[in-house]
């Protein structure tokens, strides 16, 4: 399934400016039983738990913050095959604050709990809009 970007998809996100604020658009969908390389029994949810315990200092390390976090009862325009667990927006101060966390040597080292966790997701980058308020 999308659990990590491809090459393409990591060469486009590194073309657009990287000196604006971010959000990314964050939706995840947890195996019922984490795949870890060394066979370790754990949940999805428990590998993700983990992933997020020591993801979130690094994360907030490079002024990142979540601005929205939910879990997704229902769609109700689109695919009713798409069903998430897992539902937030993480705000970035910029494009290269992301790079900077993803290439982290210490969150490379941790990403593997979230490889063990996650059976689909979807991260959407997104830029504001002036009038953002607004639907116009």
Same mark, same amino acid.
Request: aromatic letters at 12%.
């Given at each position: 399934?999308?659990?990590?970007? @491809?090459?393409? !998809?990591?060469?486009?996100?590194?073309?657009?400016?990287?000196? !604006? &604020?971010?959000?990314?658009?964050?939706?995840?969908?947890?195996?019922?039983?984490?795949?870890?390389?060394?066979?370790?029994?754990? @949940?999805?949810?428990?590998? %993700?738990?983990?992933?997020?315990?020591?993801?979130? &200092?690094?994360? !907030?390390?490079?002024?990142?913050?979540?601005?929205?976090?939910?879990?997704?009862?229902? =769609?109700?325009?689109? &695919?009713?095959?798409?069903?998430?667990?897992?539902?937030?927006?993480?705000?970035?101060?910029?494009?290269?604050?992301?790079?900077?966390?993803?290439?982290?040597?210490? %969150? /490379?080292?941790? =990403?593997?709990?979230? /490889?063990?966790? =996650?059976?689909?997701?979807?991260?959407?980058?997104?830029?504001?809009?002036?009038?953002?308020?607004?639907?116009?």
């Amino acid at each position: 399934m999308n659990i990590d970007p @491809t090459r393409d !998809q990591f060469k486009a996100f590194k073309d657009l400016p990287r000196d !604006q &604020p971010i959000n990314m658009l964050n939706l995840i969908k947890l195996r019922y039983k984490a795949e870890y390389e060394d066979g370790r029994d754990a @949940t999805g949810a428990e590998a %993700y738990k983990e992933y997020g315990e020591h993801s979130g &200092p690094i994360f !907030q390390g490079v002024g990142g913050k979540i601005a929205w976090r939910g879990r997704p009862d229902l =769609v109700f325009i689109g &695919p009713e095959s798409e069903k998430w667990h897992i539902a937030f927006i993480a705000r970035y101060p910029d494009a290269k604050a992301f790079l900077s966390m993803v290439m982290n040597p210490d %969150y /490379q080292a941790i =990403v593997y709990h979230r /490889q063990a966790a =996650v059976e689909d997701s979807r991260l959407i980058r997104m830029a504001d809009l002036p009038g953002a308020e607004g639907f116009s």
